[in-house]
């Protein structure tokens, strides 16, 4: 059960948060439980949609941002983002399950998306602090200044959602999926 309250329904959210909610619902199909628990506070719902509705309109493949997703998770140790991204890379970026595996141990099958994934790992195990080989590895790679810069977003949002499903034990409405939780010791 979460540690504070997950909307049963979009009429029971914040009046605030209820078109937003809506405008979820219509885009996939439901609400999941981050959302609804997000909702308690119209603000948050707002700047968390706001920013992954940007980043969805930037110049990373859906495939690299479930790989980083994955591999943040795997590193916080969050299972609802865990299970939400490993349901989300199968079903919707076609992630297979070797794949899967790579992203959450930090790496993936693809030269180009490993550099990224590595960089996203790195960032979150340094806190951000990473040197200028790192980001010099992710630019040898192919990717441009702009996917950098989303790279980074990328990894800050979903430590964000990380952090609040983790401090908040929002219920997981997806299929359960569990950190290995010393996959990454800093």
Same mark, same amino acid.
């Given at each position: 059960? $979460?540690?504070?309250?997950? @909307? ?8 605030? $948060? ?22 308690? $506070?119209? %603000? ?7 920013? +992954?509705?940007?980043?969805? =309109? ?19 140790? #969050? !299972?609802? #983002?865990? $299970? ?5 890379? =199968?079903?919707? @970026?076609?992630? !297979? ?10 790496? &993936?099958? !693809? ?21 200028? !080989? ?21 990894? %800050? ?7 609040? +499903? &983790? ?11 569990? @950190?290995? +939780?010393?996959?990454? %010791?800093?």
């Amino acid at each position: 059960m $979460s540690r504070i309250p997950t @909307a049963a329904t979009i009429a029971d959210a914040p009046e605030a $948060s209820r078109p937003l909610l809506e405008a979820v619902n219509k885009a996939i199909g439901t609400v999941p439980n981050l959302h609804r628990l997000v909702a308690n $506070s119209p %603000a948050a719902l707002e700047g968390y949609l706001a920013m +992954n509705g940007a980043l969805g =309109k930037g110049k990373l493949p859906a495939q690299t941002r479930e790989r980083i997703a994955l591999a943040v998770a795997e590193v916080n140790g #969050c !299972d609802y #983002c865990l $299970s939400a991204h490993t349901y989300l890379g =199968k079903n919707v @970026a076609n992630l !297979d399950d070797a794949e899967i595996t790579a992203n959450r141990n930090g790496a &993936s099958n !693809d030269p180009k998306a490993d550099a990224a994934v590595r960089f996203a790992v790195q960032l979150v195990k340094a806190r951000g602090h990473v040197g200028a !080989d790192d980001v010099e590895a992710v630019r040898t790679a192919g990717y441009t200044d702009a996917q950098l810069l989303e790279i980074v977003q990328h990894v %800050a949002l979903n430590t964000w959602t990380n952090y609040v +499903n &983790s401090a908040f034990a929002t219920e997981i409405d997806f299929p359960v999926v569990n @950190a290995r +939780n010393a996959a990454f %010791a800093a």
